[in-house]
């Protein structure tokens, strides 16, 4: 649509207002929440640093940390290299302290987070663990919506104990380069008379969706920047590019007209958990797969969720990831079968040393009670899932540099 031009009815681009919430180094910040010594410290939380283990990459790093060149993906001894670690020499101004990845604490965390977004945006569109778009355009106005957002960070800050930066801008892809602008605690409002002078100076290559190739492609024809890119020929663009050439085009012009809408109904439900280190304890395994059993069931009758295939993840050392599910003839809600199920399937590990367990119910069904029967067939979830778990488990992949974010990222598509 030209600029300006839009059908009778539909709300002006200036009518929207769009909040991007990003939390501050995230993981640190958990770290932190639990252990406040670290605050203020350089802190990195990552795979792999502990005497004797060579390979693991950073999770993410604490601004302290990043100040000495320690950066999310970098290979652990890297990050070593450039911050050692402070229980190695404690004498060592410049050590930082090390922390392994949990996820599920992180997840906790995040969703907390979450239930404010909801009680404060009219929608939500979940990004990532760390990470959400608010449509807030009937909460506030442009002319409040600096306190908006403060409010947003505060209740985050108070209730959650974690810090977080907000853009505020008439579209999501605006609104996320204001929250990323100003980072740790950043606070930005792009009003909409102000989004081109905003954009102009921002490198291409953090326009959202432009990727390092085509940021070296734009770099070639001359366009260095967001301006560059808002004022190229859209001709040229679309030659090159396709439709993705217009669409960046328009991005970096502020004409992103994406509606901030919720992702879509999650193909399973999982809740996973590690011990400390691995534990021969059997019964401690089936106690907490019982706890988690019952944590996914409540989830799934939380979000009418029906379930047809009931399973479970064990972990043994190193790394070895086994999952094993049951479907059942129709789709069911039933706490009670989640847990008969979950047991017996774990009964195959009995006498084995286990790290980590996983309950996940998947085939979900999201129908009335009267039609789930019906639909029960929908999607093999089971086929996914199965794939997902053995990539994890057959590659040494989770131990590779960049394994701690396929890590998260598997899991967090559990939690979507
Ligand atoms: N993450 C990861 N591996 C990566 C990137 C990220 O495991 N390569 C995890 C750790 C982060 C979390 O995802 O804490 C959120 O990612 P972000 O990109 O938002 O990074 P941070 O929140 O850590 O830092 P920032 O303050 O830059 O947002
Ligand atoms: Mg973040």
Same mark, same amino acid.
């Given at each position: 649509?030209?600029? #300006? ?14 909040? %991007? ?10 770290? *932190? ?6 605050r203020g410290e350089p802190v990195v939380v990552g795979m792999g640093y502990e005497p004797g283990e060579t390979v693991g990459a950073v999770a993410t790093a604490s601004y302290e940390a990043r100040e000495y060149g320690v950066e999310s ?8 290299? +450039? ?8 004498? +060592? ?57 403060? %409010?947003?960070?505060?209740?985050? %800050? *108070? ?31 792009? /009003?909409? &008379? ?13 326009? %959202? ?9 734009? *770099?070639?024809?001359?366009? /260095?920047?967001?301006? &560059? ?27 992103? +007209? ?5 992702? #879509? ?10 011990? &400390? ?16 059993a019952e944590a996914v069931a409540d989830r799934a009758t939380r979000k009418d969720a029906f379930y047809r295939t009931i399973g479970v993840k064990v972990v043994t050392p190193p790394f070895d990831v086994h999952t094993r599910a049951e ?24 006498? /084995? ?9 998947? +085939? ?11 639909? #029960? ?16 488990? &057959?590659?040494?992949? #989770? ?18």
């Open positions: 649509m030209v600029d #300006g031009e839009r059908l009778p009815g539909a709300p002006a681009r200036e009518e929207r207002i769009v909040l %991007h919430v990003d939390m501050d180094c995230f993981y640190a910040s958990c770290e *932190r929440r639990r252990e406040p010594e670290l993906a970098q290979a652990i001894g890297a990050a070593l290299d +450039n911050l050692p670690r402070k229980a190695d020499e404690p004498d +060592n101004p410049d050590a930082g302290y090390y922390r392994p990845v949990d996820l599920d604490f992180y997840q906790d965390v995040g969703s907390s987070v979450k239930e404010i977004l909801y009680e404060l945006g009219d929608t939500v569109r979940e990004v990532s663990i760390d990470e959400a778009y608010l449509d807030v355009t009937d909460r506030t106005a442009w002319d409040v919506a600096d306190g908006f957002a403060r %409010h947003v960070k505060q209740r985050i %800050h *108070r209730e959650v104990g974690v810090p977080a930066s907000v853009g505020v801008a008439p579209d999501m892809s605006t609104a996320k380069l204001a929250s990323d602008y100003d980072k740790p605690d950043g606070l930005v409002v792009v /009003e909409p &008379d102000e989004v081109r002078e905003f954009l102009a100076p921002i490198d291409v290559a953090d326009v %959202h969706g432009i990727g390092p190739v085509r940021a070296r492609e734009l *770099r070639e024809m001359g366009i /260095e920047t967001a301006g &560059d890119l808002a004022s190229a020929d859209p001709y040229e663009l679309t030659d090159r590019f396709g439709d993705r050439g217009r669409d960046l085009y328009r991005r970096a012009r502020g004409e992103d +007209n994406r509606p901030v809408e919720p992702r #879509g109904k999650p193909k399973s439900l999982s809740r996973e958990s590690a011990f &400390d280190g691995a534990t021969d304890d059997f019964e401690r395994v089936r106690e907490q797969v019982a706890t988690l479907s059942l003839p129709g789709p069911v809600d039933d706490a009670g079968l989640v847990d008969d199920v979950t047991q017996d399937l774990l009964g195959e590990f009995a006498g /084995e040393s286990v790290r980590k367990v996983g309950v996940r119910v998947s +085939n979900l069904d999201f129908s009335e009670r009267e039609q789930a029967s019906l639909d #029960g067939f929908e999607s093999d979830g089971d086929a996914d899932d199965g794939r997902t778990e053995r990539g994890r488990g &057959d590659s040494t992949g #989770g131990r590779e540099r960049g394994g701690t974010q396929r890590d998260g990222q598997i899991s967090l598509d559990d939690f979507e």
